[in-house]
């Protein structure tokens, strides 16, 4: 699943997926939360990309 979003959202290998997109899933089903909806919709930018 998130592979799959990644790919679609355009982010290169170098990119730390996991870590973008963790906050963007809710931990109950694995589904899109609002947050991650929000973020999609705007796109995804470098200020969006953090490594915690």
Do not use: Q
């Not at 799959?4 to 931990?27: I, Q, T």
């Not at 929000?38 to 915690?52: A, D, E, M, P």
């Amino acid at each position: 699943m998130i592979d799959e979003l990644a790919s679609e959202l355009g982010l290169g290998p170098s990119v730390p997926v996991h870590a973008v997109l963790h906050d963007w899933l809710r931990h109950t089903d694995g589904k899109l939360s609002f947050l991650g909806f929000v973020k999609l919709l705007h796109g995804v930018s470098s200020r969006t990309i953090k490594v915690h």
